[in-house]
């Protein structure tokens, strides 16, 4: 194992010297594809009232979960039972269930024909207005990190996120159910991957388990302080910087035998461009880099990517 250290950025640096923070923040995605910052503003009322509402749901009946599951929108919004998703090109399903909640649109919004509403859970009313809760938190907070990584960049700081307000943004609770006995042979929690959005912003990781691939090949662990919030950059940032920021491979390992019987809950938010958001890969960093992919809009890439996983049927 790798002894790289990704050291935590204060958030309050952000209000005290922009350049500095904005500096610290892509020198990591540079470095690692992921970044962990401290002292952030979101509540921590909001964010524990939303690890109650997750831990009432996914204890809910098999049956009932069912219920809010939609296979054929990709499971984009709502309930995703175990064995759903698999990792790009891997054939064993990750041992996880989730719910999805995506943003809340107007009623005129010119995406609601491509982008549905979150099902309302009625066994549990306290549910839909603290997940809703999270999610706004954390889609507010990615917007101020979408201004640094744009100061980061060169570009004005409302570049990146005046081209995400309406994002097809997505708030994961994530369950990982204890292992009373062995996996499925091949299977773990999650395996190595890449996310598809631009960034990522998570919460909750009790358990230990998550693990970045460094670009020197080696795995390392990625322990946040307590309170900390972990973010890595997505397939979409590293197409649009022509790769000069990393979308980095990690992936979420089987428990210790020791801590095999204990439940492993996260909160990840996958912050989106609009759908209809040219990625275009900057000219200066495909210079730099030396490469450069097609243009693509954020809705077909991501259409292309859940069929990949299989969350999306061809």
């Known amino acids: 194992m790798s002894t790289t250290h990704i050291e935590p950025i204060s958030y309050h640096l952000w209000s005290t010297d922009k350049l500095a923070f904005s500096r610290a923040f892509g020198d990591s995605f540079v470095e690692t594809g992921f970044a962990i ?4 503003r979101i509540s921590t009322n909001i964010i524990d009232e939303a690890l109650v509402q997750a831990k009432a749901f996914f204890a809910l009946p098999s049956d009932v979960k069912r219920h809010y599951a939609d296979p054929a929108n990709g499971f984009q919004r709502g ?4 064995g759903s998703e698999n990792a790009k090109g891997q054939i064993v399903s990750d041992f996880k269930e989730f ?3 995506g943003r809340a649109l107007s009623e005129d919004s010119p995406y609601r024909e491509t982008m549905k509403d979150t099902p309302q859970v009625l066994e549990l009313p306290e549910f839909n207005g603290a997940i809703r809760a999270l999610f706004e938190a954390l889609d507010g907070f990615g917007v101020e990190l979408l201004k640094a990584l744009a100061l980061h960049l060169g570009l004005k700081e409302s570049d990146l996120d005046k081209a995400a307000d309406h994002g097809n943004s997505i708030l994961r609770l994530l369950h990982y159910p204890p292992q009373d006995s062995p996996p499925p042979q091949g299977s773990v929690r999650a395996a190595a991957h890449e ?4 960034i990522t912003l998570l919460l909750g990781a009790e358990e230990a388990g998550l693990q970045a691939k460094h670009r020197n090949g080696k795995w390392i662990d990625i322990n946040a302080p307590e309170g900390a919030l972990v973010v890595n950059a997505g397939d979409m940032l590293q197409r649009l910087t022509a790769g000069y920021i990393p979308s980095t491979t990690h992936r979420v390992l089987n428990p210790s035998p020791e801590r095999a019987k204990f439940p492993r809950y996260s909160a990840p938010f996958f912050l989106h461009p609009n759908q209809d958001f040219l990625i275009d890969p900057l000219p200066q960093y495909a210079a730099k880099m030396g490469q450069a992919e097609a243009p693509i809009t954020a809705g077909d890439y991501l259409a292309e990517r859940l069929r990949e996983i299989g969350l999306l049927k061809p």
């Open 79 to 82: 309930y995703s039972p175990i």
């Open 99 to 101: 719910w999805h909640t």
């Open 37 to 40: 910052i401290s002292e952030h």
């Open 195 to 198: 996310d598809i959005n631009l």
